[in-house]
């Protein structure tokens, strides 16, 4: 995926920015250390944070926000992209140890639904562990992304065709970030024509992004029983970019205080404006890495 923004105008990076090593609070304009940054980060009980899926230097920079959060006695329940919601129960084995990792990769399909190695997620997964920590999934199924694809609403559930019918298509600003993508359309069927290809490629955007802003929302109110409970939702950085995806949806449907932590690969030239509230720097892996990752 590429860096993209709602709003066509930008601000070149502010000459401290170009300075960070760590972390940038584009509201305030300066540069944080993770302390700083997780002061700031205190005050919100549901906490988006973006991923570039190639980039283990990138987790192992969340996970230490993460064991940052839990000295200061914050109890973490993480929401993760690759797994949905019936994955809960294998989740939770892994989580407690009560699974191994061979036998807990194949029975949740990691290679199928992940493709990337798991090694470079699992200090995330580990810091969360360590912390008694929770794991939940919140993506729809692959299965359940098909035929909303497809609109095969005669083989849908009664619950995925009220989801599918009740989807919003018409935020502009959301549709303008994902118009430089969908321009050309990868992705099209036999007989399939540009438009329709584009329209059916931003519904299964739009649902993915729905699905896990309302999953999201469930969880809110399920784990967020004390000031010290905090949801952080763990996603792809586009399905957070500029405030317009899961973050956007979750603000429909909850009041709970929430923020945005985004990546960003070093070295940092400008920042869109309104790209997150905070972003984090890191130093790409290696050359295979991508400079514009998921």
């Known amino acids: 995926m590429i860096f993209l923004s709602g709003c066509e105008k930008k601000i070149q990076a502010p000459q401290h920015q170009k300075a960070c090593s760590e972390f940038y609070d584009l509201k305030a304009e300066q540069c944080d ?10 005050p919100y009980s549901v906490i988006f944070i973006g991923d570039h899926h190639d980039s283990k230097n990138l987790h192992v920079r969340i996970a230490a926000i993460i064991k940052s959060l839990q000295k200061r006695g914050y109890s973490i329940a993480l929401a993760n992209e690759w797994f949905t919601p019936d ?52 993506n729809l199924s692959t299965k359940e992304r098909k035929l909303i694809s497809d609109q095969n609403l005669s083989a849908m559930t009664p619950e995925l065709l009220d989801f599918h019918n009740n989807l919003d298509l018409n935020t502009s600003s959301h549709r303008q970030l994902l118009k430089p ?42 784990v967020l029983k004390t000031p010290q409970d905090k949801l952080i939702v763990f996603a792809g950085a ?38 997150s509230d905070f972003v984090l720097f890191y130093e790409v892996d290696d050359k295979n890495d991508s400079k514009n990752p998921k």
Request: charged share 25%; net charge positive; with cysteine.
């Open 87 to 138: 994955d809960n129960a294998l989740l939770d084995r892994y989580n407690l140890k009560t699974i191994h990792q061979a036998p807990f990769l194949e029975a949740i399909r990691w290679k199928k639904k992940a493709g990337y190695p798991f090694e470079s997620f699992s200090p995330i997964y580990e810091a969360v562990q360590e912390g008694k920590g929770t794991l939940y999934g919140i």
């Open 33 to 42: 250390t993770l302390e700083t940054l997780v002061t700031k980060l205190e």
């Open 181 to 222: 993508f969908f321009d050309y359309c990868h992705r099209k069927k036999a007989g399939e024509d540009a438009l329709t290809c584009k329209e059916r490629m931003y519904r299964v955007q739009v649902a993915w992004d729905s699905k896990m802003a309302q999953e999201s929302v469930k969880l809110s109110k399920k």
């Open 238 to 275: 586009f399905h957070l970019s500029s405030h317009l995806g899961i973050n956007m949806r979750f603000s429909r449907q909850s009041d709970a205080l929430h923020v945005t932590l985004l990546p960003y690969p070093k070295p940092q030239e400008s920042i869109d404006l309104g790209y």
